[in-house]
């Protein structure tokens, strides 16, 4: 057992689309970003963002401030991560430069 904790992407839905996952994409997979394995820290720090409590198997939708407020965290020490944080810092940094964030949605999983 452990917690191991994802961040996720995949096309928005409009309302005319039938929504029977809202983790998948169009060929029902999803789209792994970011990956952490164990850092309990990481599901705090995103519980006190969002103001809510992070449930097992929870998904979140997060967009682009939270994923700016994640980079100034791990940037700043605030949130620390043993998994190559600045492997993190650089991705997150290419994703929301390359993200349509009209188009693309971003959620964060968690289970343990």
Not at 26 to 51: P, S
Not at 57 to 63: A, L
Request: charged share 35%.
């Amino acid at each position: 057992m452990g917690l191991d904790s994802y961040i996720f992407s995949t096309r928005k839905l409009d309302e005319n689309e039938q929504i029977y996952n809202k983790l998948v994409d169009e060929k029902g997979e999803l789209i792994e970003v970011l990956y952490w394995r164990k850092e309990y820290n990481l599901v705090d720090w995103f519980g006190n963002l969002l103001d809510i409590e992070i449930e097992n198997c929870g998904e979140y939708e997060i967009g682009e401030y939270e994923l700016q407020e994640l980079i100034k965290a791990l940037e700043s020490g605030k949130l620390k991560v043993s998994e190559n944080p600045e492997d993190k810092i650089n991705k997150l940094k290419e994703l929301i430069k390359t993200a349509d964030f009209t188009k693309t949605k971003f959620i964060f999983h968690n289970w343990w």
